[in-house]
C-alpha cells in the first residue's frame, strides 16, 4: 500500500543515512500538527504564509488566510495583545490568550482554537514575524514559581559533582514534564554521546552508560541545539502539516524555523525514535561557552505527549541554571588541577634555573617533566637532534608526528587519537595514541609529550557502526537508522586520554620559562645574534661614484644588540638609496625583528617603490607580522645626476642640512610610526648639488638622562656647521662625541653629500 502522507519536509528532497548529515532541517517546509503558525509582513502583520491546518484549527482556508491581517485571522484583542511582540527583534516568553468564540474569517465547520485558551510564540525569521499557537493544555506543571524554583536550584545547587548535578537534573525535568524516561546525555570530543543520568518508569529497561555515536545527532542538528534549547516531538506518528506556500512568494526561499516550536523534524529522526518504540520525545539543550555540552531527551512510551508550554518554559529554565552549574563545576574542578599543576611547574622550574647543567640536558632528565602533564613519555629535538624521555616510540614515529603537529609560534597543539592524523601511527599506540608538541620557528626543534591508548570498554546502545555496515550493502539496500538499540559493548582502542586545558596551559607555560632561562643563558646565542648585527649594520661605508658618505654605528653602553640600522645601496637605474631606522627595543628580539625589517625595506627599494611606497607598505608589514614592535625610518635616495634628494620619514627625527657654515633641520612632512597600521607616507625633495651635506641621525645621538633634548639638538648643531671640509668620516666620528652625557641607547650617524665623477 503507498503512503499518501504529505512529507515531513516538504521544502527538500528526501534524504538517507548518506546525505542526512547535509540535511537542512531548518527549513523543513512544514509544521506538526498540535498548533498553527502564522508567517507575517512586519508591516501590516498581514500572512505571507500559514500552515495548511489553518480551516481545521482557526477555520479558514490556508489560501483565504494568505494576505489577510492578524486581527482578521485571530480577532482585534488578540492582535493587540500580540502587535507588540511582533515589533521586539527577539523572541519574547510565550503568552496566554483566550481567542474569540467567532473568529472573525471562520467559515462553515468551527475552528478548533474558537473561543479557546492559546500558547502564543513571536519570533522573527529574516524578514517575517512568526506567530504560533497552540491550544492551552496537556500535562506538566503550572508556572514555575519562585519558591518551586528556588527549591528546583537549591537541589541542584547542593550537587557534589557534574555526575550528581545531572542525576537531580534529571529527576527535575521528569517530574516537571511527566515523561516516562527522562536522560541526561553528555557529548564527548568526538560528539559521542553518553547517558550520564537517568529517571525513568520502573517497568522500562536502563540506558544509563549507554553510548551513542555522532552520527545519530548530525552536526547541523546540534548546531539548531545552540539556537533553540526546547525541542518537542508531541507525537512521533505524527502527520505533518506543509506551509502554504511552501517556498515564500517575495523571497522565493522556504521559511526558516530555527526558532519555532512547531517545526516539523526530520524523518530519519522520526524513524529513529520509532525504532526505539518512542511515542512522543522533547529534548533540552546544555550550552556551555555557546557550544552544545549535551542534552536533556525527554522519551514517552506510551502514546503522544504534550507538555504544556508552561512546563516546557520551566524545563529550559532548568536546562539554562544547569549549564552554568556544569560550567561552575568542571571550571572549579579545572582550577584545582591547575593550582596542583602550577605548584608542581613552579618545582620543576626552580630546579631548572638552578640547575648548572645545560637547560635542555636538565629538562629531558627530570621525570617531573612527565608527570607535569601526565604523560608517558616525552621527546626533545634541538635542529634535528633528538632526545628521549620514559617510553617512546622509534624516532623515525617522533619525526612523523613532529611534522603533524608543529606549529611555529609556540603554542601548543595536541590529539588524543594519532591515528586520525595518519593511520600507520595506530601500530605505535601502545605508547603513542595521543601527542602534545610545543614547536618553535625551526620546524626541527620542538618539545612532545606523548600518551599510550587508553583502552575502555565502551557500551553502545545498538551498534554504532550500522551506517559503516550499510555502505557495504548493493545500492538496492535502503538506508535507515538502526533497529536495534540493545547494548552493543566495544573494547576502543587507539586513544589516549584527552589533554586538558590546564595541560595544555601547562605545557606553554614551561616552553615560556624555558625559553627565558635558554636566552638569559645563552651567551653562544647572544654572540651569533650580535655576529648578525654587525653582518648587516657595516662599519664602513661603500663607495658610489659621483657620491662621498660616512657612516658610524655605536652600541649603547649598557646592550650589545639593538634594533638600529643604516643602509646605503645602488639601485638599478643608477640612484642611491640610503636608510637610517631604529626599532623599539633592545636584545635578540630587536635586532631580530631589524634584520627583517631592513631586508624588506631594500626588497622594497629594489622593487621601484618610491622612498613613500616603501614606508608605506613596510607599515603594513610589520603590523600584520611583527605584532607589538614599532619602528622609526628614515628612507633618501638620490639622482646622482641632479643632486635631487628624494626623503621620507615615518616617526623619524629630522635630518640636518649642513651648507656654507650652517646647520639646520630639514622640515620634513611626517607619517606616523612603523607598526601602527595608520598613515601615509609623502615625499619631500632636497638639492645636493650646491655642495650640502645631509645628516641622518638616530635618537640615540640627542637623547641623554636629565637633558633637555633641545639642549642636546643645539649641542648637536653647533658641531655639526663646520661642516665635513675634506674629512668626512673624521666629522662624522666628532658628531657622535658630541653631545655629552651617558648613551642610553644605540647611535646611528649617516652623512651624504655630492662627490666627483669617475
Known amino acids: ?81 500580540i502587535a507588540p511582540r511582533a515589533a521586539s527583534p527577539t523572541k519574547g516568553e510565550p503568552m496566554v490568550l483566550r481567542l474569540p468564540e467567532d473568529l472573525p474569517l471562520a467559515t462553515g465547520a468551527r475552528g478548533a482554537l474558537a473561543g479557546a485558551d492559546v500558547d502564543v510564540t513571536v519570533h522573527r525569521s529574516g524578514e517575517r514575524v512568526v506567530v504560533e499557537l497552540e491550544q492551552l493544555g496537556g500535562p506538566g506543571a503550572g508556572t514555575l514559581s519562585y519558591q518551586s524554583a528556588r527549591g528546583a536550584m537549591a537541589r541542584l545547587a547542593s550537587a557534589g559533582s557534574v555526575a550528581d548535578l545531572a542525576d537531580r537534573l534529571a529527576h527535575e525535568v521528569r517530574g516537571l514534564s511527566g515523561f516516562d524516561r527522562v536522560m541526561v546525555y553528555r557529548f564527548d570530543q568526538d560528539w559521542n554521546g553518553e547517558v550520564i543520568a537517568e529517571d525513568r518508569r520502573e517497568d522500562l529497561n536502563p540506558f544509563l552508560g549507554l553510548h551513542y555515536p555522532a552520527t545519530d545527532i548530525p552536526a547541523q542538528a546540534r548546531r539548531l541545539y545552540t539556537v533553540n534549547w526546547t525541542r518537542l516531538i508531541a507525537d512521533v506518528s505524527y502527520t505533518p502539516v506543509p506551509l502554504d506556500p511552501v517556498l515564500d512568494e517575495v523571497t522565493g526561499a522556504p521559511l526558516d524555523l530555527s526558532h519555532s516550536t512547531l517545526r516539523s523534524v526530520s524523518p530519519i529522526h522520526v524513524e529513529y525514535l520509532t525504532n526505539m518504540g518512542v511515542g512522543a520525545s522533547m529534548s533540552v539543550s546544555l550550552v556551555i561557552d555557546e557550544e552544545l555540552w549535551g542534552l536533556v531527551a525527554c522519551h514517552h512510551y506510551s502514546g503522544p505527549h504534550r507538555p504544556s508550554h508552561d512546563a516546557r518554559a520551566a ?184 589533554w586538558t586545558a590546564w595541560q595544555v596551559d601547562t605545557a606553554e607555560a614551561l616552553n615560556a620559562h624555558v625559553t627565558g632561562v635558554l636566552l638569559a643563558r645563552s651567551r653562544e646565542q647572544i654572540a651569533m645574534a650580535e655576529s648578525l648585527q654587525r653582518s648587516v649594520v657595516a662599519e664602513v ?154 645628516l641622518m641621525y638616530t635618537d640615540g645621538l640627542v637623547e641623554r638622562r636629565g637633558l633637555d633634548i633641545a639642549e642636546t639638538l643645539e649641542q648637536l648643531r653647533v658641531t655639526a656647521c663646520v661642516g665635513p671640509g675634506e674629512r668626512m668620516q673624521e666629522w662624522v666620528d666628532e658628531i657622535v662625541e658630541a653631545v655629552a652625557g651617558v648613551k642610553d641607547d644605540d647611535t646611528t650617524v649617516l652623512a651624504i653629500r655630492m662627490g666627483p665623477q669617475g
Open 1 to 81: 500500500m503507498t503512503d499518501v502522507r504529505p512529507s515531513h519536509t516538504p521544502a527538500y528532497g528526501g534524504v538517507d543515512l548518506t546525505t542526512c548529515d547535509r540535511e537542512p532541517i531548518h527549513v523543513p517546509g512544514a509544521i506538526q500538527p498540535h498548533g498553527v503558525l502564522l508567517a507575517l509582513e512586519p508591516d501590516d502583520l498581514t500572512a505571507v504564509v500559514v500552515s495548511a491546518n489553518c480551516e481545521q484549527l482557526l477555520g479558514v482556508a490556508s489560501g483565504a488566510a494568505r494576505g489577510r491581517t492578524l486581527a482578521e485571522l485571530l480577532g482585534e484583542a488578540a492582535a493587540a495583545a
Open 315 to 498: 524545563v529550559e529554565f532548568l536546562g539554562q541554571v544547569a549549564s552554568q552549574m556544569i560550567n561552575d563545576r568542571e571550571r572549579a574542578d579545572g582550577r584545582e588541577a591547575a593550582i596542583g599543576s602550577q605548584t608542581e611547574l613552579n618545582r620543576f622550574t626552580a630546579a631548572l634555573t638552578a640547575s648548572e647543567l645545560n637547560p635542555l640536558v636538565q629538562l629531558m632528565s627530570d621525570p617531573a617533566l612527565l608527570r607535569l602533564v601526565g604523560a608517558g613519555g616525552a621527546a626533545l629535538s634541538v635542529e634535528g637532534v633528538i632526545t628521549t624521555l620514559g617510553r617512546v616510540p622509534e624516532e623515525r614515529h617522533l619525526r612523523r608526528i613532529g611534522a603533524l603537529l608543529h606549529r611555529p609560534d609556540g603554542r601548543a597543539v595536541h590529539t588524543h587519537h594519532l591515528g586520525v592524523l595518519a593511520p600507520d601511527l595506530e601500530e605505535v599506540s601502545d605508547v603513542a595514541a595521543g601527542a602534545m608538541v610545543i614547536g618553535s620557528s625551526d620546524p626541527s626543534s620542538w618539545l612532545m609529550w606523548l600518551r599510550p591508548e587508553l583502552e575502555e570498554v565502551v557500551d553502545w546502545g545498538g551498534d554504532p557502526t550500522n551506517k559503516l555496515l550499510y555502505d557495504a550493502e548493493g545500492p538496492e539496500v535502503r538506508l535507515s537508522p538502526r533497529k536495534s538499540f540493545d547494548k552493543w559493548r566495544q573494547v576502543v582502542r587507539g586513544r589516549s586520554e584527552p
Open 541 to 694: 661605508a661603500p663607495d658610489f661614484d659621483g657620491v662621498e658618505i660616512a657612516a658610524r654605528y655605536l652600541p649603547a653602553s649598557t646592550y650589545q644588540l639593538g634594533g638600529d640600522w643604516w643602509d646605503a645601496f645602488e639601485l638599478d637605474d643608477g640612484r642611491v638609496a640610503f636608510v637610517v631606522g631604529d626599532v623599539a627595543g633592545h636584545g635578540v628580539q630587536a635586532a631580530t625583528a631589524m634584520t627583517q625589517v631592513r631586508t624588506a625595506l631594500r626588497a622594497y627599494l629594489f622593487g621601484g617603490d618610491t622612498p613613500a611606497g616603501c614606508l608605506d607598505r613596510l607599515d603594513r608589514l610589520m603590523d600584520g607580522l611583527l605584532d607589538q614592535r614599532v619602528a622609526t625610518a628614515l628612507v633618501g635616495v638620490l639622482d646622482r645626476a641632479s643632486g635631487v634628494l628624494q626623503l621620507s620619514s615615518a616617526g623619524h627625527l629630522p635630518p640636518l642640512l649642513c651648507v656654507d657654515g650652517e646647520a639646520h633641520e630639514l622640515s620634513l612632512r611626517q607619517r606616523p610610526l612603523l607598526g601602527i597600521g595608520v598613515g601615509q607616507a609623502v615625499v619631500d625633495e632636497v638639492d645636493l648639488s650646491g655642495g650640502a651635506t645631509v
